[in-house]
C-alpha cells in the first residue's frame, strides 16, 4: 500500500466524491479518499439496504436500510438524536453528548458511510439566493460569505449537471434575484395529482400579505433517464432509500473513480488526527483501520495536500483532535448550525392520495426573503406528498380509528376517507451562525477510543420566530385551500423538527481571526489543508444544503489545482 | 377450527376485510399470510392472543356458525377476553393493513413511540390498495403515474 499521495480527501460523502472527481480530472494527481464507512457502492449493496430495510419494521427512519452494517460499531452516528435534549442526555449510550449550557437537543444526524448522507436524503436541491450571502450586510443579522451569488452561479451549474437536478428554468430564473445562466440538465418532476389540487386553489393568492406561487422544487431526482440512471418511477422512499438510485447519491462519483487507477478508495478506516510537519503543513493523516486484527492501533499516510470532507460534525472533531491544527481563531466547530423545521397537517376537501410519486415535489419560496430578515429569519416551504410526514402516519390514523371503536365494517371506509386526505406544509427556517453553538470532544469515547461529540447548542429566538411565522402562514394557506387543520392549532412552545442539514462549523471567512477557511475553502493557517462540505457555510440560508455544498466543493478543487499546478 | 382458520376469521371480522374469509381465492391467497401472522404475534403476545383467540373461536363454533359481521364483532367486543387484550386486537389490524405491528401501546408523550415489528409480508399490506397507493419502496408503475387521479 502507498504511503504517499499527492491529495488525500477524508469522507467519501457527496462533497469529497465530487472533490475526488473534478481533481481526477486533471489527470495529474494520485488520490487517496479515506472513508469510515465500508459498504459496497453496487447494485447488490442497495438491493440488499432495501431488503434491510424491508424487514425493520420502522420504516422512514433514514438509518432502517443501514442498520446491518458493521460499520454502526466503528464509526457511530447519532442514530437517536431526534430525541429531545433530555432522553439523549439521560441514555449514556447516546453519540451526541451535551454541555450543561446547552439549551436545545441538536437533532441532525448523517451516515458514515461510502457514499455518506446522500444515500438517505430527500434530494431536494434548490439553489441560495443573492440575499443569502449578505445577511450581514442587507440585514444586519449573522454573517456575510466571502463570495456572492455571482460567483458561484458557474459552479451552481456545474454541480446540477454533475448530480442530474431537474427543475423548470422558467420557475426558478429570477426567483429573489437569483438569475440562472442555463437551464437545468433535466424538465422539472412533473407535479402529482396533488399538488395540482392544491396549486389550483393558492397560486397567486395572498398569504400573510405575500403572494404565493407554487413551483417544483429543483431535486436531483431524475425525470428521464440521465447519466445511466432511470426515471424516477415513485417509489415514495426517497427518504431513507431510493430503490433505483433516479435520486443521485454520491456512489454515482465514487464509482467513475473506481475505474480510476490514480485513485484509491480506502474503507473502514477513521482519521483520527492530522499531524504537523516543521513548515506548518499538515504533514500525516493518522487514522485507525477497524478492520485491521488491531484496531486501535494508529497508522499514518502523508499527501501534500489534504482535503476534509467528513461532514459538518467529524470535520471539525478531526482538528480538535489534532493539537490545535488550524484553528488560530479559535472558530474550529463552533457556528454549529441545522434548518430547523416544523409541518402544519391538514385534511383536504377532496382525497388528493398521497404517498404516490416522489415524498415532495413541490414547494413555496415566496417567505424566504424580505425586510423581516433583520429581526427574524425566513423559511421556505414544501409541500408534502406523504401524508403528515413526521407528525403522523398512516399508522396513527388507524390507531386513532380503532381507538374510537371503530373496528370491523366500519374501518375500511374510514382509512379510504381520511388517509387519502392527509396533507402537510413543512418549512425550513435559518439559524445564525452563533460562536456559542459549538462541538467540541467529549470525554466520552467510541469504541475506537475516539472522542464523541460535545455539544452546545441554542436554536436562538431569530429561528424561534420565524418558526411562529411559519405556523400561521401554515395556517392561512390551508384556510385558503379549504383544509382544516389537524393536530396542533399553534405553533407548540419548544417544539420542532430537525432537518439534518449540519453546517457552520469551519466557518468561510475573509477574516482569519473569525473564520476556519477562506473564500477557497483553502484553511487560513494551514497551506495544504483545505475543507469542503457543508461546515464552511458562512450562512445556514433557508435551502437545502447539498446543491451548494456541491458547487463550493467543485470550485475548491478547482482551486486546489490552481495551487497546485 | 384450527389456530390458523380461527385467526383469518377473527382477522377479517376486526379489519372489516371480510373478502379475506368470504372469497376462495383471497382466502386461498390470505391462509399462509395467516398463518405467519399469528406465528409473529404468538412470539410477542404468547399469554394475551390465545385467549382473544379462544373467545373467538367459542362465538364461531354455534352451529350453523354465525356470519362474519359487525353483529358478531359487538358480541366480541363485549367479552371479558376482548377488554382485556384490546391491545393484541389492534395489533391484529394494524399486522393485516401494514404488515408490521407493536409489542406495546404507546407511552404517553414525550417518551417516544414503540416502535413497530415486522410482519413480514410488507408488500401485502391491506392499507396501499385502500387509499389507492403501493407500499412505500414498492412502486410497479411507470414514470409520472401520479400525476393522474387513481
Redesign the interface.
Known amino acids: 500500500m502507498a504511503t504517499s499521495y499527492d491529495i488525500i480527501i477524508v469522507g467519501s460523502g457527496v462533497a469529497g466524491a465530487l472533490c475526488a472527481w473534478k481533481l481526477s480530472q486533471y489527470g495529474r494527481y494520485k488520490i487517496l479518499i479515506l472513508e469510515a464507512g465500508d459498504n459496497a457502492i453496487t447494485r447488490g449493496q442497495r438491493v440488499e439496504f ?1 431488503h434491510t ?8 427512519d433514514m438509518y432502517a436500510p443501514y442498520m446491518d452494517l458493521e460499520s454502526r460499531i466503528f464509526a457511530p452516528v447519532a442514530e437517536k438524536a431526534q ?2 435534549l433530555n ?1 439523549q442526555k439521560n441514555d449514556p449510550n447516546n453519540y451526541y453528548d451535551y454541555t450543561s449550557a446547552s439549551v436545545d437537543a441538536f437533532k441532525a444526524g448523517y451516515n458514515r458511510m461510502v457514499g455518506g448522507s446522500t444515500w438517505s436524503w430527500r434530494g431536494n436541491t434548490p439553489r441560495f439566493i443573492p440575499s443569502d450571502f449578505k445577511l450581514k450586510s442587507k440585514f444586519g443579522r449573522g454573517r456575510d460569505w466571502p463570495l456572492d451569488y455571482n460567483e458561484l452561479e458557474p459552479w451552481y451549474c456545474s454541480a446540477e449537471e454533475e448530480l442530474g437536478v431537474s427543475g423548470n428554468h422558467e420557475e426558478w430564473d429570477g426567483l429573489h434575484g437569483g438569475y440562472r445562466s442555463r437551464a437545468f440538465p433535466m424538465r422539472g418532476i ?4 396533488a399538488d ?1 389540487l392544491i396549486k389550483k386553489r393558492i397560486d397567486g393568492k395572498t398569504a400573510r400579505g405575500t403572494k404565493v406561487r407554487v413551483v417544483t422544487t429543483p431535486q436531483a431526482r431524475n ?1 428521464a433517464d440521465y447519466d445511466g440512471r ?8 426517497c427518504i431513507p ?1 431510493c ?1 433505483i438510485q433516479a435520486k443521485y447519491d454520491a456512489t454515482v462519483h465514487l464509482r467513475r473513480l473506481a475505474k480510476d487507477p490514480n485513485v484509491e478508495l480506502r474503507k473502514a478506516v477513521v482519521v483520527t488526527r492530522l499531524g504537523k510537519g516543521k513548515d506548518g503543513q499538515v504533514s500525516e493523516v493518522y487514522y485507525k483501520s477497524w478492520h485491521s486484527d488491531e484496531p486501535q492501533n494508529e497508522h499514518s499516510v502523508s499527501g501534500k495536500v489534504v482535503v476534509l470532507a467528513a461532514h459538518a460534525i467529524e470535520t471539525p472533531k478531526i482538528l480538535l483532535m489534532s493539537n490545535g491544527l488550524g484553528n488560530k481563531s479559535g472558530q474550529v466547530g463552533r457556528n454549529l448550525m441545522d434548518h430547523i423545521q416544523f409541518e402544519v397537517t391538514a385534511s383536504f376537501p377532496e382525497p388528493i ?6 415524498q415532495s ?1 413541490s414547494s413555496i419560496e415566496a417567505f424566504r426573503d424580505g425586510p423581516f430578515r433583520n429581526t427574524r429569519s425566513g423559511f421556505r416551504m414544501t409541500i408534502g ?1 406523504d401524508g403528515w410526514g413526521r407528525t403522523g402516519t ?2 396513527k390514523v ?2 386513532d380509528l ?1 381507538k374510537e ?1 371503530k ?6 371506509p374510514a ?2 376517507d381520511q ?2 386526505r392527509m396533507l402537510r406544509l413543512g418549512f425550513s427556517t435559518e439559524m445564525l451562525a452563533e460562536p456559542a453553538n459549538r462541538v467540541e470532544l467529549s470525554s466520552k469515547k467510541d469504541a475506537l477510543g475516539i472522542p464523541r461529540p460535545l455539544i452546545t447548542f441554542d436554536v436562538g429566538d431569530y429561528t424561534r420566530a420565524a418558526l411562529q411565522e411559519g405556523f400561521e402562514t401554515s395556517k392561512e394557506l390551508f384556510k385558503l385551500m379549504d383544509a382544516k387543520v389537524v393536530g396542533d392549532q399553534e405553533m407548540p412552545k419548544g417544539k420542532w423538527n430537525t432537518a439534518a442539514h449540519i453546517m457552520g462549523t469551519c466557518i468561510m471567512g475573509d477574516d482569519p481571526a473569525d473564520s476556519v477557511v477562506n473564500r477557497w475553502g483553502r484553511s487560513h493557517d494551514v497551506p495544504n489543508l483545505w475543507i469542503v462540505g457543508s461546515s464552511v457555510f458562512s450562512t445556514s440560508a433557508t435551502a437545502n444544503p447539498t446543491l451548494t455544498l456541491a458547487a463550493l466543493s467543485l470550485r475548491t478543487a478547482a482551486a486546489i489545482n490552481r495551487e497546485m499546478l | 377450527m384450527d389456530d390458523t382458520t380461527a385467526f383469518l376469521e377473527l382477522s377479517a371480522l376486526l379489519t372489516g376485510r371480510y373478502n379475506i374469509v368470504t372469497d376462495p381465492e383471497d382466502k386461498r391467497l390470505s391462509m399462509p399470510i395467516a398463518a405467519e401472522y399469528r406465528r409473529r404475534l404468538m412470539a410477542v403476545f404468547s399469554a394475551r392472543l390465545p385467549p382473544l383467540l379462544e373467545a373467538y373461536k367459542t362465538l364461531a363454533s354455534t352451529a350453523p356458525p354465525p356470519p362474519i359481521n359487525d353483529s358478531l364483532l359487538a358480541t366480541l367486543r363485549a367479552t371479558q377476553e376482548f377488554k382485556d387484550n384490546e391491545l393484541v386486537a389492534q395489533q391484529i389490524v394494524n399486522i393485516w393493513y401494514f404488515s408490521q405491528f407493536k409489542a406495546e401501546a404507546d407511552p404517553p408523550a414525550p417518551a417516544p413511540a414503540a416502535p413497530f415489528l415486522d410482519g413480514g409480508f410488507y408488500e401485502e399490506g391491506l392499507v396501499w390498495p385502500l387509499i389507492k397507493a403501493h407500499p412505500i419502496g414498492f412502486s410497479h408503475q411507470p414514470h409520472g403515474y401520479w400525476t393522474k387521479q387513481p
Open positions: 432495501h430495510m424491508d424487514v425493520q419494521g420502522n420504516r422512514g430525541r429531545e432522553d412533473p407535479l402529482g395529482y395540482q425525470s432511470p426515471a424516477c418511477e415513485g417509489h415514495s422512499n432509500l430503490p392520495y398521497p404517498f404516490r410519486g416522489p415535489i406528498n398512516p399508522a388507524i390507531g380503532l371503536g373496528y370491523g365494517s366500519a374501518l375500511p382509512i379510504a388517509i387519502p
